[in-house]
């Protein structure tokens, strides 16, 4: 049997063959180019020989047009490759307007619509390789790019006329060079295709999937402009990879649970796209295609986050190898999770089972190859009945913001934490809503809002977006059966905006008219800071906002002096009376600070930055990069100290604070992960495989010995909570800190968390919470939870966070919170002079809990027992 890409090629050779003109001016080929093709065993091309390529296609060929569109976190620039026919290539500016109108305007005429819906084409977006690891994407990309500029069959040509790939061919350009030249330089040796030591990004590796709503990474916000605000796809595929020992491939639709505020025709048309890359697929004689398996879409945060601006988005995800080189797997190696198949056996979800043997880069590079194009088919196909829906979905989405509940989300301007209200307003912006604020105080259902309230409207062609992450979540649950098992989530259960900021939202569910005649549109950047007077003393910076402590830590690195009040406020004067250093640093925030005119008689406190090692494993330690992008956010210095360096620290000498972010205290102790009854042999070459051990457990006891400060969270708590052992002189001392990590009996008795916002009561007047409420949401996943105990000797605890007694769960899924009551879920600890702070939930975790970031910052800024 001939493939569907094969007989394509063929035709696009004997055409080429046929017409001299053609061939003397078609560019160069990937082979050709690369002095390989792409795809063949142990060859990769790295991030500047792809863009070099693509650049070369642009210079040759009318059909492809380079676009840049932003910068990766390690400052290489990003492209997007436009392809599609001549005329489609000069008139690009047209046609994006085109998808402007049909994406966000409701009211257009039927004249206006016929006319862009003759007119117009289907932009299909499709970002490749974002998980750098996951490499076939990225090196099909030349090969896709150089069949369609160089085609000239008939069928072909009416793809490229009625559609606009537009092909980012590298998601995550950092990452590719990282692995490329990991893989390298192992290649021939024991350790090739070994797993890269660190993250594949700047700093979240795999998660910069999940970061699509908080857009905190700069590639991320790269990709989501061009949906958000820049180009307005009508169809967007991400393309991935997974394990290799299941089935070969994943086409849409997906598994339940989906997303409720989707609409249906959303779900209708991925379902489409992914039957006829089955079909295609099929046909070409790859096998080992499934859908409706594994991977569900009920939340926001990977790139498909834009079916909630209605986009028709879906992944594929294909069989790996060991980066470049291939693999073989016995038929009886072969399995499935669940969820869709559970065997790997011939069914309605994998018609068509691969039987195992060999599996090379070339067999993922051919079957990208063959979705791809049946993308390009059925959106070509479906040309005029896409635009159609885009504008239809615009137009309904929009009434129902004005005929459904919610209307709009109000943000009062008495927030705790302002700059965090700032923040969303800033963020919805960015993601394409249309954000007011009242000109007035205005008075509905007896409830006064002041001037400036922040008005968020549902009639807005983004509904879905603004009501998904406005609202607090509640988990969809579905059942393999009736009342039989939960079909447990994917990923996280909560992302809601206001809860994970700490910001009072208001639902508005009945309308209010009197907003639209009081109510003016944010434009740029939303910020509360004023014009500063012309002569002042000093600026006071509140503990409550998050703000003050970069803007501390800013001015500690300008050279600024910097004092706290005894109620933990940040002072910074003006130096001599002018600092413009002190006003560019205040023109940098979105929360005005409290100006002094006259010199203040408080009694201050000298703010020092404490020495800080953050510790951060080689085993993609994406909690670890999570904590350094928020400490350089924050501008606070640190040091990443490697686990296997522990032997030869002298903590005490060289650091005030060490930082242990959620890690498996197994891989942090012996650089391997281990469970009770296995261990795991990594994938890492051994020079990145060794854990701190004995001697660098004693370094870092010794360090609290002296006085140090130990912040630790999630998993990693589990260093501290069993028997420890302090050295001093020839004597030895062995001790239990007391705190006992209780989750296995929270998790015996029924508690199931995975991943939700809940409610923590904290412990008031204590340093660990200034700035904070007494009652304040978490992101916590089940584990850890502590119990405290009656200390010995030198030691004490205090309960800073408990679970309150109802009321726990704010927003996500969590199975029997009533179990959880009273626990504790941070607590302080003291040995001598030493101090550990454990917490049972990631202050910092993703980017995306501002509201618990003081709690991290605070344990930062511990004063030294003396």
């Known amino acids: 049997m001939i493939s569907f890409r094969l007989a394509m090629v063929m035709i696009v050779l004997l055409m080429l063959s046929s017409d001299p003109c053609i061939a003397q001016e078609h560019p160069k080929s990937p082979e050709n180019f690369f002095g390989f093709q792409p795809g063949s065993d142990r060859n990769l091309f790295d991030y500047e020989k792809l863009i070099d390529y693509f650049s070369l296609l642009d210079k040759d060929s009318p059909r492809l047009l380079m676009k840049e569109i932003g910068k990766s976190p390690e400052g290489r620039t990003m492209y997007m490759a436009l392809i599609s026919s001549e005329a489609n290539i000069a008139n690009l500016e047209n046609l994006r307007g085109i998808n402007k109108q049909l994406a966000t305007n409701p009211d257009l005429s039927d004249d206006q619509k016929e006319v862009m819906f003759k007119d117009g084409k289907v932009f299909v977006l499709a970002t490749l390789s974002m998980h750098s690891t996951e490499v076939g994407p990225s090196q099909a990309a030349p090969i896709i790019a150089y069949d369609l500029i160089t085609a000239s069959h008939p069928d072909t040509l009416i793809w490229l006329d009625n559609v606009v790939l537009m092909i980012v061919p590298c998601h995550n350009p950092d990452g590719m060079d ?75 639709p997906p598994h339940d649970p989906i997303a409720e505020n989707i609409d249906a025709g959303i779900w209708n048309w991925i379902g489409i796209f992914g039957s006829n890359m089955m079909k295609d697929m099929t046909r070409a004689g790859e096998k080992g295609v499934s859908q409706h398996y594994l991977f569900d879409d009920y939340w926001p945060g990977s790139t498909e986050t ?32 669940g969820k869709g198949l559970g065997e790997h056996k011939k069914s309605i979800n994998m018609p ?79 993601h394409g809503v249309q954000v007011y604020i009242t000109d007035e105080a205005i008075t509905s259902e007896n409830v006064m809002y002041e001037k400036g309230t922040v008005v968020i409207p549902l009639a807005q062609p983004y509904r879905a977006f603004i009501k998904e992450v406005m609202e607090k979540q509640k988990f969809p649950e579905r059942h393999y059966t009736p009342d039989g098992e939960l079909i447990k989530p994917y990923d996280i259960t909560s992302w809601s905006l206001p809860l994970h900021r700490g910001v009072t939202s208001v639902e508005v569910v009945k309308p209010m008219d009197i907003l639209q005649q009081h109510m003016t549109e944010v434009k740029g950047s939303f910020s509360l800071v ?52 002190l006003d560019k640093l205040i023109s940098e925030l979105t929360v005005m600070p409290e100006i002094l005119t006259e010199k203040s008689r408080m009694a201050l406190i000298p703010f020092t930055v ?37 032997e030869e620290k002298d903590f005490a000498t060289d650091f005030d604070v060490v930082v242990f972010p959620s890690n498996n205290k197994s891989i942090l ?79 015996s008795a029924g508690v199931y968390c995975p991943g939700s916002f809940v409610r923590i009561d ?9 700035g904070m409420p007494k009652s304040i949401g978490v992101f916590f996943r089940g584990t850890p939870v502590f119990e405290t105990q009656l200390p010995n000797f030198d030691m004490d605890r205090r309960v800073i966070g408990k679970f309150p007694e109802e009321g726990i769960l704010m927003s996500g899924f969590c199975e029997k919170p009533e179990k959880l009551a009273d626990k504790s879920v941070m607590v302080w600890l003291q040995k001598g002079k030493g101090q550990i702070v454990l917490y049972g939930f990631n202050p910092q975790f993703r980017a995306s809990t501002q509201a618990t970031y003081k709690l991290l910052f605070n344990g930062l800024l511990l004063e030294k027992i003396k």
């Not at 660190?198 to 061009?226: P, W």
């Not at 209605?310 to 499935?336: R, W």
């Not at 630790?712 to 501290?720: A, D, K, V």
């Open 610 to 646: 404490p020495r800080i090692a953050l510790v951060e494993t080689n085993m993609h330690d994406m909690d670890a990069g999570w904590t350094r992008f928020i400490f350089d956010t924050y501008q606070v210095p640190f040091t990443v100290v490697k686990p296997g360096d522990f």
């Open 352 to 430: 068509d089972p691969w039987q195992g043997g060999w599996w090379k880069l070339k067999d993922i590079v051919d079957y990208e190859i063959t979705s791809m194009l049946s993308v390009l088919k059925t959106a070509s196909a479906n040309k005029n009945s896409i635009l159609e829906f885009q504008n239809d979905l615009c137009r309904r989405e929009v009434t129902k913001g004005k005929t459904e509940a919610p209307f709009y989300y109000l943000l009062p301007t008495n927030q705790h934490d302002p700059g965090e209200m700032a923040g969303i307003v800033n963020l919805l912006i960015e």
């Open 762 to 770: 904290l412990k008031q007047d204590h340093p660990l919470t200034l």
């Open 178 to 252: 990282k692995v490329v030249t990991h893989y390298k330089k192992y290649l021939g040796t024991k350790y090739e295709g070994s797993s890269l030591p660190g993250v594949y990004h700047k700093y979240v590796g795999h998660d910069n999937n999940r970061d699509f709503i908080t857009l905190s990474q700069e590639d991320t916000k790269a990709i989501a402009a061009i949906c958000n605000t820049g180009w307005y796809p009508q169809v967007m595929v991400e393309k991935h990879q997974m394990g290799s020992s299941g089935v070969r491939y994943f086409v849409p």
């Open 530 to 581: 004023e014009p500063l007077p012309e002569n002042y003393l000093a600026a006071v910076f509140s503990v409550d906002h998050n703000e003050s402590y970069k803007a501390a830590f800013m001015a500690n690195k300008l050279g600024l002096e910097v004092s706290r009040t005894p109620g933990g406020d940040f002072i910074i004067p003006r130096d001599g009376g002018k600092s413009p250093k």
């Open 669 to 747: 102790m012996e650089g391997q992960y281990r469970t009770e009854n296995e261990v795991y042999p990594t994938s890492y070459p051994p020079e990145f495989t060794k854990g701190m051990g004995k001697k660098g457990m004693e370094q870092l006891m010794s360090f609290l010995e002296q006085g140090g400060i130990i912040l630790s969270w999630g998993q990693s708590t589990e260093l501290f909570t069993g028997l420890l052992s302090m050295k001093s002189g020839d004597t030895t001392e062995s001790f239990r800190l007391p705190v006992r990590d209780i989750s296995k009996s929270i998790k």
């Open 306 to 337: 834009c079916i909630w601006k209605n986009v028709i988005g879906f992944l594929t995800e294909c069989a790996s190898v060991q980066t470049a080189t291939p693999v073989y797997i016995e038929e009886n190696e072969l399995s499935v999770i």
